[in-house]
């Protein structure tokens, strides 16, 4: 099998050491300032997506005389965008008490590395919101899910693989990337609770969605037969997705283990020539890795869809013209009681809600409460997240929110958006 050419992962290291970047002197014209050699935390290689192309193209070892060519333009210009976030934050972390306490963290965490690679950009020029030029991050390696849903959501986009969720934020935020596009919920599997938490902890924006029908193929080998297989390894939500199919087609004999995600599976038993191994994956993924497809559409309900969220440092401004939705997250010093006010809030105005979720309040999890008749008693906490159909624009909407807002401690928009009706 050939050695596929595709881009390396956005990693992150843990622990991470600390770090000094300078600030740059005051400089009308910051592409020709020069500073001293730094080494940045995050790094990655552009690897283009083209829907009309089911092969990986390798990235173009040279600048082609783009700006930046340079390791030191390349530093120079990290730098000052580092700098840029560090002192943003610095400025407008303790603006809102509450809400620097729930969102966390106060600077960006960063990794030093040994060699920078080619780097994707110095334009500091508005990302388009369309096209060829956007710069995409995704959690997972080529032929994953989340790169078709990239791929839908920006056509032409260059995706860029990030191997944890988080990073794929702080791609978007220390502009390694101009957009993100990351799960949320699952038609089988349910909600995605990482990229819940992590959107509460970032200040990055929703500014669509996409909807992608998930295809599941049990991969292989080339000339390996199903009675070879000893053991079947993919993403959690995709085995459990597979269950009974597995079972009826390999038996319970079959060992299932889970990886981080259903392409990096298919990479991991194609280069390590594991010829009793089979990986759940996408077709692409098979095409990517030089495997067999041994069965087609094994998910064991074809109803299977992924939402994903689109991502961005700055919100888009709601219209009326189109269907629109709006997630909104909230919490209240006395707990829950407040959500049959939250809700009866959007009913009297019709407003029609599609999805409610809670996740835990991680900075105050337990709430004691004094009673006279039963004692101190202990509640848990909650941030409710809802997502209702209509624009931000819209009378209703806003005043909806105004009522919210006399109910809940904590409120904030997490984006108002257009809703994907394919």
């Known amino acids: 099998m050939e050695a596929l050419t595709r881009p390396p992962t956005l990693r992150r290291s843990n622990p991470m050491p600390e770090f000094r970047i300078p600030s740059p002197p005051p400089c009308h014209h910051t592409c020709n300032l020069r500073l001293r050699p730094i080494r940045l935390a995050v790094c990655c290689l552009v690897y283009r997506f083209d829907s009309?192309?089911?092969?990986?193209?390798?990235?173009?070892?040279?600048?082609?005389?783009?700006?930046?060519?340079?390791?030191?333009?390349?530093?120079?210009?990290?730098?000052?965008?580092?700098?840029?976030?560090?002192?943003?934050?610095?400025?407008?972390?303790?603006?809102?008490?509450?809400?620097?306490?729930?969102?966390?963290?106060?600077?960006?965490?960063?990794?030093?590395?040994?060699?920078?690679?080619?780097?994707?950009?110095?334009?500091?020029s508005p990302a388009p919101m369309h096209g060829s030029q956007l710069r995409v991050a995704y959690q997972g390696v080529p032929g994953a899910y989340s790169e078709a849903a990239a791929g839908k959501a920006y056509p032409g986009c260059e995706a860029i693989p990030c191997d944890q969720f988080e990073v794929a934020f702080q791609a978007v935020e220390l502009w390694i990337a101009d957009r993100a596009v990351l799960p949320v919920e699952n038609s089988l599997g349910g909600s995605i609770h990482r990229n819940y938490d992590l959107l509460l902890r970032h200040r990055l924006h929703i500014v669509g969605e996409v909807q992608l029908p998930v295809h599941h193929c049990l991969l292989a080998l080339p000339g390996v037969r199903k009675e070879y297989l000893r053991r079947v390894i993919s993403h959690p939500q995709a085995l459990a997705q597979c269950e009974h199919t597995l079972t009826k087609q390999l038996g319970p004999n079959v060992t299932r283990e889970a990886v981080d995600d259903t392409a990096g599976a298919a990479e991991y038993v194609a280069e390590n020539g594991l010829r009793d191994t089979a990986a759940i994956a996408s077709a692409r993924a098979a095409e990517l890795y030089g495997m067999q497809v041994l069965a087609d559409g094994i998910q064991d309900n074809s109803n299977n869809v992924t939402r994903f969220v689109m991502l961005a440092r700055e919100p888009i401004i709601p219209r009326r013209d189109r269907p629109f939705k709006t997630s909104i997250v909230f919490a209240h010093d006395k707990g829950t009681s407040v959500l049959f006010k939250v809700l009866s809030a959007f009913a009297f105005r019709d407003i029609s809600l599609t999805k409610i979720e809670s996740r835990p309040h991680r900075h105050r999890p337990i709430r004691l409460v004094d009673d006279a008749n039963v004692g101190t008693t202990k509640h848990f906490e909650y941030m409710f997240y809802i997502d209702f159909e209509a624009s931000m624009a819209e009378t209703r909407a806003q005043n909806a929110l105004a009522e919210v807002q006399e109910f809940t401690s904590f409120l904030r928009v997490l984006g108002s958006y257009p809703m994907d009706t394919t």
Do not use: F, Y
């Not at 009309?52 to 730098?79: F, K, V, Y």
């Not at 965008?81 to 972390?93: E, M, P």
């Open 52 to 124: 009309s192309s089911s092969s990986a193209p390798a990235p173009s070892p040279g600048t082609n005389g783009a700006a930046g060519a340079s390791r030191a333009d390349w530093q120079s210009s990290c730098a000052i965008l580092a700098s840029k976030v560090v002192s943003q934050r610095q400025d407008t972390g303790n603006i809102n008490g509450d809400i620097a306490v729930v969102n966390g963290h106060s600077s960006q965490d960063l990794v030093p590395i040994e060699n920078l690679p080619k780097p994707l950009t110095t334009d500091l």
